[in-house]
C-alpha cells in the first residue's frame, strides 16, 4: 500500500475502523488507533437531526477528540442537501467539533427506516440526489473557508442481482468526493452472503483517473483477507468492520500478517483488560448504568469463543455498573 491523499490529508497504508452504530464510540475508536487502526470515522449521525433539534442531541454519535484520534471523520446521514449544509454549518461552529478532518456522507444503510427517507443505501437509486448531496457538502465546507474533504461510504449496488455501481462512483468522484469506500454488498445483501469482490474492483477501475481515494471494505479480518481484497480490486485503503468489534487487535494483526509477520495471540486477560478499558472510556461521556446497558452488545464480543463465555455474557448482559462488569469478569 502506498502513501494516500484524501484532499491534503496524508495518509500511509490506510487500514481503517469501519463506522458501526453502537460500536464506534469515541474510546473504541482511540483504542482501535492504538493498535494500528488509520483512523474512524464516527457512527452515522442524521443531517436532519442536526439541523432541526440543534447539535446537543447528537452529539453523542459525533463526538471527536482530535488530540487522541489524529484524524477524524463525522459521518452524517440524510436525504436532503440542505439538511447537510444546515448540519456542517452547525458541526462548523461548535468549539467541540469544527476541529473534524473530514465529514463522510453515509450511502450504504441498508436499515429499512433509514432507506424510507430516502437516505443511506436508497441514494444509490437516486443519483441526482446523491450527487446534490455530496456538492452541498462540499460548498458548506469551502464555504466556510475550510480545506475538510468530503468522503462517501458506499455500496456496490442496491438490488441484489448488481454487480457493481462504476457510474455512480463516478458520479461521486464528479460531484467532489475525494475518498469513497465501497462494501461489497448490495442494500438487498444487508450483511448476508461473502463480499463480491470483484464489484468493488470495477468501482475501483471506473475511477483510477481521478483524484480520489478508494477503499475497500467486506469480510476483512485477517492479513490473507485483506491482501486478497487489495490485490482483487487495486484499493488504496481498507475499512474493517465487524471484525474489529470486541477485538481491536485486528488491526496489529492484519498489519503484521501483511508483513510476513505473526501476529500475537490475545489472551482472556487481555481481552477482559480491553473491555473495561473501553467500559471505562464509555463512562466518561455516558452516565455509568447507561454506558454499561450500552455497551451491552459489544461486552459479549470481547469474551466470545472463550470458555466459559455463554455463563459470562449472561452475568454481563445483568449488570448497571462498572464495578458489577469488574466483579464479573475478575471474581470468577
Ligand atoms: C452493527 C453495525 C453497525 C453499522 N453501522 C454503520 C454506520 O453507522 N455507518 C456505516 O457507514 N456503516 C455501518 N455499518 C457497516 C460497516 O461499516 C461495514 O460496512 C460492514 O459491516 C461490512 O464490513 P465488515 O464485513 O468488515 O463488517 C455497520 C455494520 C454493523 C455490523
Not at 475502523?17 to 452515522?44: D, H
Not at 475550510?146 to 468522484?173: C, H, Y
Not at 474492483?201 to 481484497?229: K, P, T
Request: charged fraction near 25%.
Amino acid at each position: 500500500m502506498n502513501l494516500v491523499r484524501i484532499g491534503d490529508i496524508e495518509l500511509a497504508s490506510p487500514i481503517c475502523l469501519s463506522p458501526m452504530a453502537g460500536v464506534s464510540s469515541l474510546p473504541f475508536r482511540v483504542i482501535c488507533r492504538s493498535l494500528g487502526a488509520t483512523y474512524s470515522p464516527t457512527e452515522l449521525t442524521s443531517a436532519r437531526s442536526i439541523r432541526y433539534n440543534g447539535i446537543e442531541k447528537s452529539m453523542q454519535y459525533m463526538r471527536i477528540d482530535p488530540a487522541s484520534e489524529g484524524i477524524t471523520a463525522i459521518q452524517l446521514f440524510g436525504s436532503e442537501p440542505e439538511d447537510f449544509t444546515c448540519a456542517i454549518e452547525r458541526i462548523l461552529d461548535d468549539d467541540r467539533l469544527n476541529g473534524v478532518s473530514m465529514i463522510d456522507i453515509n450511502m450504504g444503510c441498508p436499515v429499512a427506516k433509514v432507506i424510507k427517507t430516502g437516505a443511506g443505501s436508497a441514494l444509490l437509486k437516486d443519483p441526482g440526489r446523491a450527487s446534490a448531496i455530496v456538492k452541498a457538502a462540499v460548498a458548506a465546507l469551502s464555504g466556510a473557508g475550510r480545506q475538510i474533504p468530503v468522503t462517501v461510504k458506499t455500496r456496490i449496488g442496491f438490488d441484489r442481482n448488481e454487480k457493481g455501481s462504476p457510474d455512480f462512483a463516478r458520479m461521486l468522484a464528479d460531484s467532489g468526493a475525494r475518498m469513497i469506500c465501497v462494501h461489497g454488498r448490495t442494500q438487498a445483501d444487508m450483511y448476508s452472503g461473502n463480499a463480491d469482490i470483484g464489484a468493488i474492483a470495477l468501482m475501483r477501475r471506473s475511477v483510477e483517473d481521478y483524484d480520489l481515494a478508494f477503499f475497500a471494505n467486506g469480510d476483512i479480518s485477517d492479513g490473507l483477507s485483506a491482501r486478497r481484497m487489495l490485490d482483487e480490486t487495486g484499493a488504496d485503503g481498507l475499512m474493517v468492520g465487524r471484525a474489529a468489534t470486541g477485538n481491536p487487535w485486528v488491526f496489529d494483526k492484519i498489519r503484521r500478517e501483511l508483513d510476513g509477520r505473526e501476529a500475537a495471540p490475545v489472551t482472556l486477560d487481555e481481552r477482559k483488560r480491553m473491555l473495561i478499558k473501553e467500559l471505562e472510556g464509555r463512562c466518561l461521556y455516558a452516565r455509568e448504568d447507561i454506558a454499561v446497558r450500552e455497551m451491552r452488545g459489544v461486552m459479549t464480543f470481547y469474551i466470545k469463543g472463550t470458555p466459559g463465555a455463554a455463563q459470562l455474557k449472561v452475568a454481563l448482559c445483568g449488570a448497571v455498573s462498572l464495578s458489577q462488569v469488574r466483579e464479573i469478569l475478575f471474581d470468577e
